[in-house]
């Protein structure tokens, strides 16, 4: 199913309350879009997470529900909040730094990624068109999830860079393989967090809590363990699955990376059921 400017793929097989959410993997930029954009076609691949819609396309097969947008980051970030922009970013934004927020001004190398701060009407149009309809089948999604099960839990599937980048906190540090963020264990139960971590170093991966990424826009907006939606954001490594460089996977590690990924899934997916029964019981 299509809306907008992003795909939901259903469950098949038996459902799960698990919702797969991956908001960076798309690379399309409107036409109405691009006269404000002067990133470059290499940045565009460079900060989208690429692959990662491929590493995750078996979800659906273990009963997950798949939302994955289409669009850049760089018309608008999808695991940013609304208001996160600054006066260079937007027109008349507040005196505040924010280089790569729900706009993003600044390439992940720190480049000018815009041509000047957008118009207010051309900032609530990328808001009109793209974010706030993905945000209302996301929002939709989960609360499906909550009312068929009394829970739903969400894994923000992400990818990122293996070393650190110039702009960046950790710039120039290599970084663990897999990054479960819950904002300090508090958008999920323990659970969940749990088996994130131990699937991962299962297959013999370095794992890194919140560490540099403690979760985005998705952790802190609809992560609610207490009202039973729990989220996980998990960052891989990019090097477990492509070059960084060529932008080519990478045959030798592709296929353990998306077997990984499905069976995280299906773990997951079964945890949720057994963790919605004990609720219910």
């Known amino acids: 199913m299509t809306g907008g400017l992003f795909t939901v793929h259903t469950s098949e097989g038996t459902e799960t309350p698990l919702v797969v959410e991956i908001p960076h993997s798309g690379l399309e930029v409107p036409a109405h879009f691009l006269p404000d ?163 991962a170093r299962e297959a013999g991966f370095s794992v890194a809590h919140d560490d540099p990424y403690k979760g985005g826009f998705t952790t802190q907006h609809y992560g609610r363990p207490g009202a039973g939606v729990h989220v996980v954001q998990v960052e891989l490594a990019r090097r477990l699955y492509m070059d960084e460089v060529t932008f080519r996977t990478r045959p030798d590690r592709f296929d353990f990376a998306q077997s990984w990924c499905r069976d995280l899934v299906a773990k997951l997916g079964r945890a949720a059921l057994t963790f919605s029964s004990a609720e219910e019981g």
Request: include cysteine; charged fraction near 30%.
């Open 37 to 199: 954009l002067l990133a470059s076609a290499r940045a565009l691949g460079r900060d989208a997470d690429l692959y990662v819609d491929e590493l995750y396309e078996e979800a659906q097969r273990e009963g997950a529900t798949v939302l994955v947008a289409r669009t850049s980051r760089y018309v608008v970030d999808l695991n940013r909040a609304e208001d996160d922009i600054d006066a260079h970013s937007v027109a008349g934004g507040p005196n505040v730094h924010s280089p790569r927020g729900v706009v993003w001004r600044n390439t992940g190398e720190g480049d000018r990624a815009l041509a000047a701060p957008l118009r207010r009407e051309a900032f609530e149009e990328r808001l009109r068109e793209v974010y706030r309809p993905y945000h209302a089948q996301l929002a939709a999604l989960i609360e499906q999830k909550r009312r068929r099960f009394g829970c739903a839990v969400v894994l923000a599937a992400h990818s990122m860079p293996s070393l650190g980048r110039a702009s960046h906190v950790d710039r120039g540090s290599p970084r663990a393989d897999v990054v479960p963020g819950t904002l300090g264990r508090t958008s999920a139960d323990a659970c969940f967090i749990d088996l994130v971590e131990a699937h």
